[in-house]
Nanobody, 124 residues
Framework: QVQLVESGGGLVQAGGSLRLSCAAS????????MGWFRQAPGKEREFVAA????????FFADSVKGRFTISRDNAKNTVYLEMNSLKPEDTAVYYC?????????????????WGQGTQVTVSS
């Protein structure tokens, strides 16, 4: 059982930046492809970014491409989401997730473990 704990959310003005972190309890963290999703009020949870086990491959939703960066530090069992040029429409609860089977996963059903989420609010 992998436990994931997100941190780094908060309130930021439009155009600002935030860095989210997700710490995993699993010693074999490098066995998991990781992803970030978000859920705004009244909307379904949507894919944001994914990273492969080694960190060499990444994939982003079109809505965040060029503004967000995903990275990982397998020595620290942590995955990061660097968010720049934030917009009010980025406001959501952000979740990290772990996937054991896929190289890169963009669908919710592909992920085996989820964190509790961290709130990101972007004011206009």
């Amino acid at each position: 059982q992998v436990q994931l704990v997100e941190s780094g959310g908060g309130l930021v003005q439009a155009g600002g930046s935030l860095r989210l972190s997700c710490a995993a309890s699993e010693r074999t963290f490098s066995n998991y492809a990781m992803g970030w999703f978000r859920q705004a009020p009244g909307k379904e949870r949507e894919f944001v970014a994914a990273i492969s086990r080694s960190g060499h491959s990444t994939f982003f939703a079109d809505s965040v491409k060029g503004r967000f960066t995903i990275s990982r530090d397998n020595a620290k069992n942590t995955v990061y989401l660097e968010m720049n040029s934030l917009k009010p429409e980025d406001t959501a609860v952000y979740y990290c997730a772990a996937n054991l089977d896929s190289y890169l996963a963009i669908r919710r059903v592909q992920y085996d473990y989820w964190g509790q989420g961290t709130q990101v609010t972007v004011s206009s």
